[in-house]
């Protein structure tokens, strides 16, 4: 069956471009580092991903609390990472290491995060996805949550694409 009749949370990435798609975001997106973004699903409908707590994150000394930057960059890297997973999965009929080359032009154009209670706690669960990919721009929606699965924070973006 050809890959466009395919829904696509039907779709399954290969191994290689799994791994190159990790590589990119955990590696070669050297600030992932910095923030300890560490994928943990990488789907062509939702994307999700772990932030461990550790000193360099804190936002308030006095409570341990995240700082509201480490969340916005997480969730402005998760839509990115999302958009990344869509295009991959839109062109499945090309080869997965031409497919990682699509995303030298992707970019923010803008970004709303909305910050709903402290974010206290050893990690941190990402997910975002893609609500609308067009040919030049994409709609993202994300969230950022407690490591009990409450919301903390949503987002709310669109990159370009082209």
Known sequence: M???????DEIEFEDEFVSGLTKVFEELIVFNQV???KITSLKP???RARIDMK???IGHFSFNRIHGGVIS???DAMGGLAVMAAIGARHMDEAPMQRLLRFGKLGTIDLRVDYLRPGIGDHFELRAEVMRLGS???STRMEFLGADGKLLSTGSAAYIVS
């Open 2 to 8: 050809p890959h466009s009749l395919i829904a696509p």
């Open 35 to 37: 923030l300890g973004l």
């Open 45 to 47: 409908t939702q994307v």
């Open 55 to 57: 000193r360099e994150l």
């Open 73 to 75: 960059a997480g969730l």
């Open 136 to 138: 030049r721009v994409a």
